[in-house]
């Protein structure tokens, strides 16, 4: 049964990517960003289901069943705050200045930004370094998830195998326009599902104040922060969400707005949707204390999945499998897509095949490169045996750390190539040493103290960009007027409006 319904899944995820096919206008910007058409609605869904990896769902329990409720305060609440704002002052920014100069991948925009060829291949090495443990994540989840829920009937390559073929199958068929509607569909999926699973279960177990209550005379340190989560690694945990303003396929996400009035879903309802994920898969990970102790270190990971198993009928459980499975798939198919596009405009067009490449060759090229990287990281997973959790939080510590080359790109004219190319060697740097350390020790800190590498990795490299800068020579006046024409104003509303035919934009960013 429940493996009847996880393959049903699949099935309707495949069609539902086909759909997506048939409005493909068979060129390179529509594979790539949707011809930059997509709505309110699902520009939020897509946002959200990509931002939402097994960080979110299977990371996320794992970790409150070893940390507690604090693990909540960690990521989810300052996500919800940073996130949305990093929308608002960088993506509607970054949208504006794609429609205008046809901007397709990051690398394009601060190439053009400062000038520098070095700059965009550097910063396409550091991005797919980092996109490594993020895919990585998503392919262990999807295994374990399998696994667990069919009882070991699907071994955890074979689940991972699985999913790493559907996501190739609609993201080389359709690209961005049958991803998003993809997207849209597993997020309505895990976020309904995730309600449902968290009341069955609930219920199950006595009520929710029962349960606690259990949880409370056993395991009481995890319903507080205690000394599970020092105050100082709890405050430098706030870094992390500032990774999503250099997530390459948050950035493609963001070029797929039709308009600037469709980010305002995304403004409005983004942490409503963070509380309605995190909130169920952080208190089932502390209740899966109760049936599941002295689970050690990565064996976490599979606690929600015990906890459906468990406490769900067959036919239920499939439905909850295929909502973790949606969380899981929502990122990954947006991940490769992204990696692909860069691949296909960073490298190959801009290196080898400038004007020279039609779109249909285009958007070949990007379809073997996505088939390619998914192939390398169903092999990494089967000899990964790390926490979901942190193997995330180092990816995304050194996205975050990136941060301040974004916003020098949009707010300060007087950054230069050199402070660009500066700030991204010393996350390499710093990424590096902080990585190799945090290897031989799961819950490192700077020192023993609680600092998280993030916070030192983003000051180092704020620091460098703006030193570097200050040391070499301003930015000539037509790259200026080129990015700063309109200061204040996301778009160049003129020019928007005769080159494209598009509505005045009504957002401001400062």
Known sequence: MIIAIILMYLALVLFVGTMGHRLFRRTGEDYFVASRSIGPFILLMSLFGTNMTSVAILGASGEAYHEGIGVFGQLASASALIIPSVFFF???????????????????????????????????????????????????????????????????????????????????????????????????VFMSFGFIA????????????????????????????????????????????????????MFMHWLTAKRAESFRYPLMFYPMCIAAVWVPSVLLGILGSIDFPNLKGPAANSVLINVIGKYSPDFLAGMLAAGVLAAIMSSLDSQVLSLGSMFTHDIVRHYGFHDKMSDKQQVLVGRLFVAGILAICFVLSLVSNRSIFKLGVWSFTGFASLFPIVAAALFWKRSTKYGAIAAIVSVAVTWTYFFILGSEDPGYTIGGTGVMPVAVMLAVSAATMIIVSLMTKPPDEATLQKFFATDGCIASDKALRESENVQRPIIHTN
């Open 198 to 249: 968290f009341i069955v279960i609930t219920k199950k177990m006595g009520g929710l104040a029962n349960a606690l209550g259990t949880v409370a005379e056993n395991n009481p340190e995890l319903l507080m922060r205690g000394d599970k989560i020092k105050p100082l690694q709890f405050l430098t945990y706030t870094c992390i969400p500032l990774s999503v303003g250099m997530f390459p396929h």
């Open 90 to 188: 960088v993506g509607t920014r970054v949208w504006s200045l794609g429609k205008q100069h046809g901007y397709i991948t990051q690398a394009q925009y601060f190439r053009q930004r400062w000038n520098s060829d070095i700059l965009g291949l550097l910063l396409f090495l550091v991005l797919g370094t980092l996109m490594i443990p993020y895919l990585l994540v998503g392919v262990m989840g999807s295994g374990i998830t399998l696994h667990q829920i069919t009882n070991n009937q699907i071994p955890e390559w074979v689940g991972a195998l699985l999913v790493c073929v559907v996501i190739m199958a609609y993201v080389t068929y359709g690209g961005m326009r049958s991803t998003a509607w993809v997207n849209t569909l597993q997020t309505l």
